[in-house]
T-cell receptor, first 113, second 109 residues
Framework: NAGVTQTPKFQVLKTGQSMTLQCAQD?????MSWYRQDPGMGLRLIHY???????DQGEVPNGYNVSRSTTEDFPLRLLSAAPSQTSVYFC????????????FGPGTRLTVL | KNEVEQSPQNLTAQEGEFITINCSYS?????LHWLQQHPGGGIVSLFM???GKKKHGRLIATINIQEKHSSLHITASHPRDSAVYIC???????????FGTGTRLTVIP
């Protein structure tokens, strides 16, 4: 099992560019989520999904879109990158959100110039 | 206001010392998670608990639901334990975890 995979590992964008961060899991988990990690702050939830075809907003959703067409994949789209989106992004998955071990991807370090 | 508070923020210890990291939370929870993040690395789950105590090797996690407090202990600390330790809670009825800001542990040989 590969677990949770994320691509790319590093990315540099210019302000206004768009891109998609990829996340995939091979554990048949229903719950998937995207977090951003900024210095001095805890991980903050961007978007989450409780199953294929179902997504919802988290704490900091502005500027990001997600979709969940399959159980395995949960891509995160930056619509028009801004310097405030410079961060490390983590994808995570679990069977459900409650009382289940969380599995995290290796992270994507994004810099927006 | 952060639902999850960790202390200390930074901790330096000599190899072999007993380490304690604390986590307090203000909401009702179904579970509490302890996570480990090595420098530049990903995040791995160490423990998930809703009551009592769990042990894995040199790591011990305890939780007191009434006091809304959990501790992570490391016995006989080693330089490879150097990492950021993160506490997170499953708030009852919520669809996401709430995270503390982490405790950066450095163990000196």
């Amino acid at each position: 099992n590969a677990g949770v995979t994320q691509t790319p590992k590093f990315q540099v964008l210019k302000t206004g560019q768009s891109m998609t961060l990829q996340c995939a899991q091979d554990m048949n988990h229903e719950y998937m989520s995207w977090y951003r990690q900024d210095p001095g702050m805890g991980l903050r939830l961007i978007h989450y999904s409780v199953g294929a075809g179902i997504t919802d907003q988290g704490e900091v959703p502005n500027g990001y879109n997600v979709s969940r067409s399959t159980t395995e994949d949960f891509p995160l789209r930056l619509l028009s990158a801004a310097p405030s989106q410079t961060s490390v992004y983590f994808c995570a998955s679990s069977w459900t959100i409650s009382y289940n071990e969380q599995f995290f991807g290796p992270g994507t370090r994004l810099t927006v110039l | 206001k952060n639902e999850v508070e960790q202390s200390p923020q930074n901790l330096t210890a000599q190899e072999g010392e007993f380490i304690t990291i604390n986590c307090s939370y203000s909401v009702g929870i179904s579970a509490l998670h302890w996570l480990q993040q090595h420098p530049g690395g990903g995040i791995v789950s160490l423990f998930m608990l809703s009551s009592g105590k769990k042990k894995h090797g040199r790591l011990i996690a305890t939780i007191n639901i009434q006091e809304k407090h959990s501790s992570l202990h490391i016995t006989a600390s080693h330089p490879r334990d150097s990492a950021v330790y993160i506490c997170a809670v499953d708030q009852t009825g919520a669809n996401n975890l709430f995270f503390g800001t982490g405790t950066r542990l450095t163990v000196i040989p």
